[in-house]
């Protein structure tokens, strides 16, 4: 699915559009020229459907050199290593999220107790798979597209937001960070950390970005601006943003 001029959502779930796995969140592919790589990797269940929507898209799976993690939630990083394998790409993430990818470590992702409590089918797993740390203000290029690196904590520890340059806009790919309508999702987990929440949305809103594209629900193509004064209006009055909730 088209979003903007090299930005196609190749997956998503059923706090999306459900267009892959209902436990995945939304999948990226950002492409220019030759070369392409994927934000975020879905839950891992359906893999397969992902690799039909980047082929849908043009693209070839081949071209897919990296995978770049927003965090080491489940729904975000479940289907990284099956995808790596299957496009020969490398995988990324925050240097916290790629230790957790590389020890399968599924306690520090959350996942156990979100796998006790049923939020996730019991096949979701995180099988330990090499992950190259990123920081803080690295750019990368897929083409003449320029994507930087954000460490946004505050969701989760090692959570990383990208903004993506394509020439004509300016991206927000905001992970679990804030979504539409400036909202949040605070979870009891010992990583959770407010302070840090709202910091990272208040470094995020700087970047002035056009459009916003975040983890789960719906996206906004313009005036991305708009959804982040929600946020930080709500922060303004040492409040939190509203939940975000289907
Ligand atoms: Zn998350």
Same mark, same amino acid.
């Given at each position: 699915?088209?979003?903007?001029?090299?930005?196609?959502?190749?997956?998503?779930?059923?706090?999306?559009?459900?267009?892959?796995?209902?436990?995945?969140?939304?999948?990226?592919? +950002?492409?220019?020229?030759?070369?392409?790589?994927?934000?975020?990797?879905? &839950?891992?269940?359906?893999?397969?459907?992902? !690799?039909?929507? !980047?082929?849908?898209?043009?693209?070839?799976?081949? =071209?897919?050199?990296?995978?770049?993690?927003?965090? /080491?939630?489940?729904?975000? *990083?479940?289907?990284?290593? *099956?995808?790596?394998?299957?496009?020969?790409?490398?995988?990324?993430? =925050?240097?916290?999220? =790629?230790?957790?990818?590389?020890? %399968?470590?599924?306690? *520090?992702?959350?996942?156990?107790?979100?796998?006790?409590?049923? #939020?996730?089918?019991?096949?979701?797993?995180?099988?330990?798979?090499? &992950?190259?740390?990123?920081?803080?203000?690295?750019?990368? $290029? +897929?083409?003449?597209?320029?994507?930087?690196?954000?460490?946004?904590?505050?969701?989760?520890?090692?959570? #990383?937001?990208?903004?993506? @340059?394509? %020439?004509?806009?300016?991206?927000?790919?905001?992970?679990?960070? +804030?979504?539409? $309508?400036?909202?949040?999702?605070?979870?009891?987990?010992?990583?959770?950390? !407010? +302070?840090?929440?709202?910091?990272? !949305?208040?470094?995020?809103?700087?970047?002035?970005? @056009?459009?916003? #594209?975040? %983890?789960?629900?719906?996206? /906004?193509?313009? @005036? *991305?601006?708009?959804?982040?004064?929600? /946020?930080?209006?709500?922060?303004?009055?040492?409040?939190?943003?509203?939940?975000?909730?289907?």
């Amino acid at each position: 699915v088209r979003l903007l001029r090299g930005i196609e959502l190749v997956g998503s779930g059923s706090l999306g559009f459900s267009i892959t796995h209902p436990a995945d969140c939304h999948v990226y592919l +950002v492409h220019d020229r030759d070369d392409a790589v994927l934000i975020d990797s879905g &839950c891992g269940l359906a893999t397969e459907q992902v !690799i039909s929507m !980047i082929m849908a898209a043009g693209v070839a799976p081949s =071209a897919v050199s990296r995978v770049l993690l927003t965090h /080491a939630h489940a729904d975000h *990083a479940g289907g990284a290593g *099956a995808l790596v394998s299957e496009l020969g790409a490398s995988l990324y993430a =925050a240097p916290e999220a =790629a230790r957790i990818l590389m020890e %399968g470590d599924e306690e *520090a992702a959350g996942l156990l107790t979100a796998r006790a409590n049923g #939020l996730y089918p019991s096949e979701v797993v995180l099988r330990p798979t090499l &992950c190259e740390p990123l920081s803080s203000g690295e750019v990368l $290029r +897929v083409g003449g597209i320029k994507i930087s690196v954000i460490d946004t904590p505050g969701h989760a520890a090692g959570h #990383l937001a990208y903004l993506i @340059d394509t %020439g004509d806009n300016r991206v927000l790919l905001s992970g679990d960070l +804030v979504f539409t $309508r400036g909202r949040v999702v605070v979870l009891a987990t010992p990583d959770t950390n !407010i +302070v840090e929440l709202a910091s990272s !949305i208040r470094r995020v809103s700087e970047f002035r970005p @056009d459009a916003l #594209l975040p %983890g789960h629900g719906s996206v /906004a193509i313009r @005036d *991305a601006r708009s959804h982040l004064d929600a /946020a930080l209006a709500a922060l303004a009055r040492q409040q939190l943003p509203e939940a975000f909730y289907p």
